[in-house]
């Protein structure tokens, strides 16, 4: 039997520098992507390790409060908006389609995991 192979989809296929450009008005530092990236991951780990769920909108808009907080930085909805709209169509890592024919060709099963 095939091993599986089993992928995260943010920022594993879907490349987040997209939102670069978002993050760079609304923050004036296209860093402040990552640093809520890594919110994210932070609070989600959080959530789960305490046993309750938030979908991931839900997380990223806390995340996305804490970094405008931390920065003080005001976001309006529409701002907020954005961000939300850009995950909704990040386009993949160049290298994945590539990749992931090549993993489908030699027979292993993929499945893509997100909570997204």
């Given at each position: 039997m095939p091993q599986t192979i089993v992928f995260d989809?943010?920022?594993t296929l879907l490349?987040?520098?997209a939102l670069d450009p978002v993050f760079e008005r609304l923050?004036?530092?296209?860093g402040a992507r990552r640093e809520w990236f890594a919110q994210v991951l932070q609070s989600?780990?959080?959530v789960t390790l305490t046993g309750r769920y938030e979908d991931f909108s839900t997380v990223g808009a806390a995340a996305l409060s804490m970094v405008a907080q931390r920065r003080g930085v005001t976001l309006e909805r529409a701002g907020r908006q954005d961000v939300a709209a850009g995950m909704r169509r990040l386009p993949p890592h160049p290298e994945v389609a590539d990749?992931?024919?090549?993993?489908?060709d030699a027979g292993f099963?993929?499945?893509a995991?997100?909570?997204?």
């Open positions: 989809v943010n920022e490349d987040l520098a923050f004036g530092d296209a989600a780990m959080t990749a992931l024919a090549r993993l489908r099963p993929l499945v995991l997100t909570n997204s």
